[in-house]
């Protein structure tokens, strides 16, 4: 059973730190392309950060600088480092994964949900005093 599997949420403090995690169970990520993307209540989802199946990265303008994607293929995982938290941040983050050869431009900015057959169950971020 194809699985992907977010932690590392939760709640934290503006200008602090969180580094989300996507496990993946029943498939292994060599050969795909994952993305985060983010919905917060009562806003379209929006793409965050990809990641090729050959390390390269996209980072939205709104996080650039402030996020970073990373994939460890030995551990089938990938993660979102994620600094400088502001409110803005907070939103339910959910990791998706589609081969990387199905689409020539899977992570070319914006990011495109649709393109994406494999979503995890998402994990909250709240960024709050």
């Known amino acids: 059973q194809v699985q992907l599997v977010e932690s590392g949420g939760g709640l934290v403090q503006p200008g602090g730190s969180l580094r989300l995690s996507c496990a993946a169970s029943?498939?292994?990520?060599?050969?795909?392309?994952v993305a985060w993307f983010r919905q917060a209540p009562g806003k379209e989802r929006e793409g965050v950060s990809c990641?090729?199946?050959?390390?390269?990265?996209v980072h939205a303008g709104s996080v650039k600088g402030r996020f970073t994607i990373s994939r460890d293929d030995a551990k089938n995982t990938v993660y979102l480092e994620m600094n400088g938290l502001k409110p803005e941040d907070t939103a339910v983050y959910y990791c998706?994964?589609?081969?990387?050869?199905?689409?020539?431009?899977?992570?070319?900015?914006?990011?495109?949900?649709?393109?994406?057959?494999?979503w995890g169950q998402g994990t909250q971020v709240t960024v709050s005093s």
């Open positions: 998706a994964a589609e081969m990387a050869s199905s689409y020539e431009d899977l992570c070319v900015e914006p990011l495109l949900g649709p393109h994406f057959a494999s």
């Open positions: 990641i090729t199946n050959t390390g390269s990265t």
């Open positions: 029943g498939f292994t990520l060599d050969y795909f392309t």
